[in-house]
């Protein structure tokens, strides 16, 4: 082993190729190319199998990189596939959309000085490779069991717990409002990030598998509302609300409520749609397409870095990114800001919007430089603005990405027993994931707040856990009086 291994000495670190900008910017396709099968080999070849692999210690599913690694240097890939699918339900997507820097390659031991191993990418190339060759096949559960379950939201967070559910035998009932399974993997995340086939792909292979999906469902007490939280309830023996977060936070001030500036999720949900072929009103009008306008996107997150960059690839004339930290201190991931740098972004660091400027149609924003004071008691840095230190920006279309909170759900589902935090997100027992509501349980965003994709899976794997002994423990024995 040793000498297929420990390879970092002398092989240096390769990234996948990215396309040119040229050619990137022009489509919707994602920008990193696949590893050849032997530069996977090679890459993964640089690990030195570290006894207490921190990498896998920082990765949200504990996945056994150190033996997938080693078995794809091997060129043994069918069983790097299912050594690499027994901790993740969809190693293909984290692959491409976990941000690696912060988690598993961010803690490799050889980062420093040698540059970690491309952990993310080989992920992605082995269950790539899995389908390709017909190893990924549906689960067969040993046996059918009669209970069922209802799971309200198809995200990563839905669909993890869906597959393990599946394979302890459960009938699995999936609901969605969306017409399509995903959630935000689907209608947030832009294709270049991540290929809706890729996503498309497991629906497929969850319907093989026997899940069966409810979609343009929305459960819910409102008029639009396809069925009631409690006729859901009455259908199922447990419950799992994986609705993840969508109240898009607001900003006020002058001129806010100008024509030309939009919330990010809707701008974004109507580029993955026409991507997908479908019309949509807001887009063809002009409202949410960017396509010889300035824009000003303000946000530091992931939801921003995918605002701008699809306005680049929309034809915009000029994009900015206007955001009250510095480089060092944003929320979103460091290589998507690249990304967008190479992609022609502007980013204007250190300022806040102030006022929209414009009769009925944005035209401009009025920001004001900041600068970062003392820690908080949440140890960030606070911002404060500069006295006399406004400038204005020419704008056409201003984006929001400014984050997300839970929407009412206690109202959306009529259900007052729902106890929510002080955020909104909903309440569970950290131990059981189950809400105050018996037999019902929660998982994802909904539950910690806008996260991660590979944070809902791990949920979605624990919830399904906690359902299974939720559902299996057997009932409690009546005791007859004397
Ligand atoms: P969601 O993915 O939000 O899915 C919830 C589902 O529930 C949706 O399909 C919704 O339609 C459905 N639903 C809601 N209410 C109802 C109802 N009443 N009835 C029926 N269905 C309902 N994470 C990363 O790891 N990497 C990234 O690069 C990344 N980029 C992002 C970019 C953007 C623009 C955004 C917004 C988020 C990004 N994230 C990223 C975060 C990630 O997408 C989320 O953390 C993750 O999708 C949460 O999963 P979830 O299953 O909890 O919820
Ligand atoms: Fe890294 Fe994410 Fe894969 Fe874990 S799931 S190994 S954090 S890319
Ligand atoms: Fe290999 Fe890096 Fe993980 Fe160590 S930390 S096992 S070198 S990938």
Redesign the pocket.
């Known amino acids: 082993m040793a000498e297929r291994m420990l390879k970092f000495v002398h092989t240096p670190q390769k990234i996948p190729q990215k396309r040119t900008v040229e050619m990137r910017v022009q489509d919707f396709d994602e920008i990193y190319n696949r590893f050849e099968t032997s530069r996977a080999a090679e890459q993964a070849s640089r690990c030195s199998q570290c006894g207490v692999p921190f990498?896998s210690v920082?990765?949200?599913?504990g996945?056994n990189?150190p033996d997938w690694l080693r078995l794809t240097a091997e060129g043994r890939l069918q069983e790097a596939y299912e050594v690499s699918a027994a901790t993740?339900s969809f190693?293909e997507i984290?692959?491409r959309i976990?941000p690696?820097d912060r988690?598993?390659?961010g803690n490799c031991v050889i980062e420093k000085g040698f540059e970690s191993v491309t952990?993310?990418a080989v992920?992605r190339y082995i269950t790539d490779t899995a389908f390709e060759n017909g190893w990924v096949q549906p689960i067969k559960p040993v046996f059918e069991r009669t209970e069922s379950v209802g799971i309200v939201g198809a995200g990563p967070g839905g669909l993890a717990a869906a597959e393990k559910l599946r394979r302890q035998g459960y009938q699995v009932h999936v609901y969605d409002r969306y017409d399509r399974p995903g959630g935000l993997m689907i209608y947030g995340i832009p294709g270049f990030k991540l290929e809706k086939e890729v996503v498309l792909r497991r629906w497929t292979y969850l319907e093989d598998c026997g899940v069966q999906f409810h979609l343009n469902c929305a459960i819910g007490d409102g008029e639009n509302d396809t069925m009631s939280f409690a006729d859901l309830r009455q259908k199922h023996a447990a419950v799992i609300i994986a609705t993840g977060v969508y109240k898009a936070r607001d900003i006020g001030g002058p001129g806010a409520g100008l024509a030309g500036i939009v919330p990010a999720l809707d701008y974004l949900t109507a580029s993955n749609k026409r991507g997908l072929g479908e019309a949509v009103a807001d887009f063809d009008s002009g409202l949410l397409n960017a396509e010889g306008k300035r824009v000003v996107v303000i946000g530091g997150g992931d939801t921003a870095m995918d605002c701008v960059r699809t306005a680049v690839r929309q034809g915009a004339t000029s994009v900015q990114c206007l955001y009250r930290r510095d480089r060092a201190n944003m929320p979103g991931s460091l290589r998507e800001v690249k990304n967008a740098e190479e992609e022609g972004v502007e980013f204007v660091w250190l300022s806040a919007p102030e006022a929209f400027l414009g009769d009925d149609h944005v035209s401009g924003v009025r920001a004001v430089r900041m600068h970062l004071g003392l820690p908080d008691t949440s140890g960030r840095q606070s911002v404060e603005p500069l006295p006399g230190s406004h400038f204005n920006l020419d704008a056409d279309l201003v984006i929001k990405a400014l984050g997300f909170d839970p929407e009412d759900m206690p109202k959306m589902f009529a259900e007052k027993g729902l106890e929510i935090s002080r955020w909104g997100t909903l309440k569970v027992n950290h131990r059981t994931f189950m809400t105050s509501v018996p037999g019902v349980f929660a998982a994802g965003d909904i539950v910690r707040g806008a996260s991660l994709v590979?944070w809902a899976i791990k949920d979605g794997h624990d919830v399904a856990a906690q359902v299974h002994e939720f559902i299996s423990q057997p009932a409690p024995v009546a005791v007859a009086a004397e």
């Open positions: 990498c920082h990765c949200p599913l996945n990189i993740n190693p984290c692959g976990c690696q988690l598993c390659e952990i993310g992920e590979v």
